[in-house]
């Protein structure tokens, strides 16, 4: 008989999540709840007797100092009048982390051995007290503040319907697929028919893809070969592989595009015969060629580069968009847990030292007529929660992240994470970057079970949003589950038993079995061995699921016994599913019967390359100028504004919430200064801590310089993420780079989608960018991904549906070693007296910039980068860094100089007086240009007094100049011509800086 648990806090004690609930109600739903208290509730559905539950509440469940626990209702002792019972559970097949981690302690604790059917289900029971709150008011409470309809049920018991000895009753949430699992084939006799397969089944098939699939499985020579082992027509795994495959967000099909580009005003036209080839992959591979440091790129899980000469480091970054933008919590913890098992498949595998982020949202108070998924308030909330779950339960520091602010996100937003990992140069002997499969080596899946979560995640994820998206994408990840495979599979690594490893991501086996077996080539595996959650799971989508937490093994017959005998001591399940092959085939089976029979390099030849028309119309030619603004009487309140506006003031109310101190790593941290609450240029962690090399990371996303040209943004984009790199310490000479593309659909259709040709070419233009800057400033890409379809369909004003793109975004992400760690420095002045130098010309570049956002302008004249002049900058600061000349370095961005002599405020406690006559410029500008431009190229430092003889010899190539002094009184003074210009006081700067979201620290 199944068994309910209640544990909450000691009345007397302050309950937090009830604390939060009455601030989220009051400020999202203008309900006011008087008292709350939050229990948890756990439901055993086991076969432990009375006395072994007694002894699990006690021992395991309930801490006798601040918790109260009963198998009967506690509401009576919790808060005696309340007026609402708010229940709150996971709907069945849902990841539930508590429910799993509570049998798992039970098992250990207890020396229990539980049964497949045996399971405890995780569930909280709001008591609120609250006399004024009606049905209404409490079901807005569950839908919009504690649940997510997608994964989540709940309850609603009014006072006078609940039953003090049943309390909420007991719910067992379990899966029950009243079927038996079957696979059956699929008659594609005309392109028709295959498309209209592919719309009942969510295959998102690209039509021009359709008659290369009815071709090969029309194919008399591969007809023959399928009779043979009991095939005909096509199977319903076969074709859910193939639109897997096939999809753009596993095939990349955009980027392998070809196009036909035309400026509409000068009459240019140019193909690009291959997008990626010729703008990612060709510069990366001259300039991997031409450096040593580079060990690894365009092939595996993440790219790979020397971090000293024993040791070599691993990153990547993707998105997990469409699923977090339905499921903010789910979506963000898979996302951020999903990347980490990149690094874990890079080579023979890496350990895991650090994640970043990104978010991209609609404003978070937004109040207008469009209906998102979810408000960006409870969206943003989410996937904030999310990443630091992830994080912070992996034991993995966060070391940094970016958040932006943009109406245009209110479609899709998007949630940027990376991972960064380590591993020995040599293991065993041989290159640990180096991996391959055999015929004979068994196939291995390691970690969690395979469920009906997150069918058609990146089939879905290669479309727009809309109201009939499908859900079964979404998922809920498992930090615990991982961080024990993380752990077992870095001992399995260090024992010789791993000869290839990759992860079960997108495509879950479909792809990690389908690509390994391209290199073995050939494949076959047993679909009824696969570990399930449940019962009654087809087999296709046990080939198709993204169920998280698994990563999939080739394993040499010899070492079955030692790799398995590893799991077991690391607590997780290892199945053999199958065996690579020699025969180029790969072939799966459910039990005896055979239901997917291919040739492995069908899906590599063959299919049509992806052509799209890139119509670029220039700025000035789509009617964009520089606004007519004359500088202001009050700059003071211009820099007060800008500190405070969304997309500049304070993020430390996130970084608050996320570990960066785990594994004792942290150098620069997400916030220095002397209190340790203003923002550093980049982290830097020491990810070996036996080693003396550091690893610089910095973020950059300029997605404001898209509306005026993709081309600039990106390139001052990647120029900047070498200056944050410079400014803290890192090698100029050792940048890589990871880019990752967000763009609205550029597939070109009169009706939906009028304006694709343009945002074709605002893509072509944004590589063309990419391509000339990291081959100008010498940074070859490590990783990259591309997730398109940012767009979605809202619902409006009297029901009218509205297409809602979001901006072109490029997030990108530089790391450089610190071969020094003496030359690590942070962007705050250290000591009165100090000199302030400006370094790098500031032209006329307002456009797209921060100052003119705010006075809701675009502009013309975006920031446009002379590469070579920031080699010569970076080069001469990291030399006055490596001598020890260098006191403090700030590299000016959004709001220009005036923000970075802002943070520089902030951060030091200290003040300056600057003068802008001798700024260097290469013509006269006014105050406010000199203030607000944000051109690339420059960097303020501060160098004490004795150093500057020494310091000024490095700029011989560099434009500088003294433009003031560090002081004690914390003030940010600035003249011009001898006028004052702006006067404002630390305590001015930081209340604005804070005053936006500094009550939620």
Known sequence: MAQRLEIGLKPQLNDPAAAGLITKAR??????????????????????????????????????????????PLAGQVLPGFHWALWVGFKPGVKDNQGDTALEAMADALGARFGKDEAVYFSRLYLIEAPKLDAEGAEAVCRQLLANGLIQTWRIIPRGQWDPEEGVGVTIPKVRLARRPAFKSLAIGSDQELMQLSAERDLFLNPADVPVIRAYFNDPKVRKQRKAVGLGDPTDVELEYVSQARSDHCNHNTFGGRYLYQDLVSGERREVANLFKETIKAPTEQLAAAKDWVVSVLWDNAGVAKLDETNNYVITGETHNSPSNMEAYGGAITGIVGVYRDPMGTGKGAKLVAGLWGFCVAPRDYDGELTPALHPRRLLDGIIEGVRDGGNKSGIPTASGILYFDPRYLGKCLVFVSAVGVMPAQIGGAPSEQKTTEPGQLVVMCGGRVGADGIHGVTASSAGYSENTPAGHVQIGDPYTQKKMHDFLLEARDAGLVPYITDNGGGGLSSSVGESARLSPGAEVDLKKVPLKYAGLDPWQIWVSESQERMTVAVNPADRKAFMALADKHQVEATVIGAFTGDGKLKLTYGDKVCCYVDVEFLEEGFPQWEFEALWTPPAARGLSEPVLKPPSNFGGLVLDLLDSPNLCSREWINRQYDHEVQGTSL?????????????????ILPVLTSRAGLAMAQVLLTDYGDIDTYHMVTASVEEAMRRLVAVGGDPEQVGGVDNFCWPSIIYDPVTN?????????????????????????????????????????????????????????????????????????????????????LGLTNDELGAGALYGLLGHTGLHVPQSDFAASKRLCRAVYAGLKDGLVASACVPSRGGLALALARMVLAGRLGLTVELDGAPAPEELDAMRLLFSESTGRMVVTVATQWCDEFERLLENVPWARIGQVTRKQELAVSLAGEPVLALTGAQMRRAWRRRFGRMV
């Open 27 to 72: 400020a999202y739903l203008g309900l006011a709840l008087e008292k709350v208290r939050v229990l948890k509730v756990l439901t055993f559905d086991t076969k432990l007797d009375a006395a072994q539950l007694e002894r699990a509440r006690l021992e395991i469940f309930t801490n006798p100092v601040t918790e109260l626990s009963s198998f009967s």
């Open 668 to 684: 620069v941290k997400p916030f220095v200064g002397r209190d340790q609450d203003a923002p550093s240029e980049a982290a830097v």
């Open 754 to 838: 009028p304006d694709g040709r343009y945002k074709a070419a605002q893509l072509v233009r944004a590589c063309w960018g990419l391509k000339d800057a990291c081959l100008a400033l010498e940074v070859p890409l490590l990783s990259g991904k591309d997730s398109m379809y940012v767009d979605g369909t809202l619902t409006g004003i009297h029901g009218l549906s509205q297409r809602v793109s979001g901006p072109p975004t490029m997030m990108f992400t530089a790391t450089a070693p610190v071969p020094d760690l003496g030359a690590i420095q942070t962007p705050e002045p250290k000591l009165a007296g100090d000199y302030v130098y400006l």
